[in-house]
C-alpha cells in the first residue's frame, strides 16, 4: 500500500547548525507534500509546502527540496535554534494526505 | 482567520466507560473535517473524515464513531471504551469542496483509558 516514511527515528543537532530532515514516499502520483512541526503535547503546526511541479521551496529558516525520480523530499533549517526541537512530520497527497511516522529533532546548546 | 477548537485537553476515562470529543472550526464554511489518533509511536491514524453535514467516512474499523451535527463541529464518540482507545487525539480541517490541501490541527485531547 501507499506509504510515507522517515529515514531516521531521532536527528541531534547542535545550536546554529543546519539540519536536514529527510523523507520518502511511495505514491509515484504524489502531487503535493507538507512538513509539519509538532512540539510535545501540542497538534502538528503546517511549516511548508510544496507541488510537485516544484523543485525547491524556501520559506523563513526552512527550505523543502522534492525529488520526484527517487521519491524523496527533505525539510531543511537554517541555524537551527532550541525552539525548532520537535517532531517533524512529512505527508503527501496521491489522493488523500498520507503521513510519515515523524522524526525527532534534538536541539544541543 | 480561521481557528480550530477541540476540548476536553486532557481526559482520564476507565474502561468501558462512554466518550465523547468535541472539535469545532471557527472562520470558515463547509470545511472537510477528520479526526486522527496518535499512539505513542507518533504516528497519525486517520479515524474519520467528513465533507458536510452528517456524511462520515470511517477509514479503521473499530468502537469508536464520529458524527457532524452542524457544518463546523466534529464529534468523535464511543459508547465503551478499551484500553487500547488511550491515545492523541487530533481533529483537523481543509478547504471543502473536494479539496485535500493542506490540514490544519487542532490542539489535541489526551485520552488515557484505565
Known amino acids: 500500500g501507499e506509504n510515507v516514511g522517515l529515514h531516521l527515528p531521532t536527528l541531534s543537532v547542535q545550536e546554529g547548525d543546519n539540519s536536514i530532515i529527510n523523507c520518502a514516499y511511495s505514491?509515484?502520483?504524489?502531487?503535493?507534500f507538507i512538513w509539519y512541526k509538532q512540539e510535545s503535547g501540542k497538534g502538528p503546526q503546517f511549516i511548508i509546502d510544496?507541488?510537485?511541479?516544484?523543485d525547491k521551496r524556501q520559506g523563513q529558516r526552512v527550505t523543502v527540496l522534492l525529488n520526484k525520480t527517487v521519491k524523496h523530499l527533505s525539510l531543511q533549517i537554517a541555524a537551527t535554534q532550541p525552539g525548532d526541537s520537535a517532531v517533524y512530520f512529512c505527508?503527501?497527497?496521491?489522493?488523500?494526505?498520507?503521513f510519515g511516522q515523524g522524526t525527532e529533532l534534538s536541539v544541543k546548546p | 482567520s480561521q481557528t480550530i477548537h477541540q476540548w476536553p485537553a486532557t481526559l482520564v476515562q476507565p474502561v468501558g466507560s462512554p466518550l465523547s470529543l468535541e472539535c469545532t472550526v471557527e472562520?470558515?464554511?463547509?470545511?472537510?473535517l477528520y479526526w486522527y489518533r496518535q499512539a505513542a509511536g507518533r504516528g497519525l491514524q486517520l479515524l474519520f473524515y467528513?465533507?458536510?453535514?452528517?456524511?462520515i467516512s470511517s477509514e479503521v474499523p473499530q468502537n469508536l464513531s464520529a458524527s457532524r451535527p452542524q457544518d463546523r463541529q466534529f464529534i468523535l464518540s464511543s459508547k465503551k471504551l478499551l484500553l487500547s482507545d488511550s491515545g492523541f487525539y487530533l481533529c483537523?480541517?481543509?478547504?471543502?469542496?473536494?479539496?485535500?490541501?493542506?490540514?490544519?490541527f487542532g490542539p489535541g485531547t489526551r485520552l488515557t483509558v484505565l
Open positions: 505527508a503527501s497527497r496521491g489522493g488523500k494526505l498520507i
Open positions: 505514491n509515484s502520483a504524489s502531487d503535493y
Open positions: 510544496i507541488r510537485s511541479n516544484m
Open positions: 472562520g470558515t464554511s463547509n470545511p472537510n
Open positions: 467528513s465533507v458536510g453535514i452528517g456524511q
Open positions: 483537523a480541517w481543509n478547504a471543502g469542496a473536494g479539496a485535500l490541501d493542506t490540514q490544519y
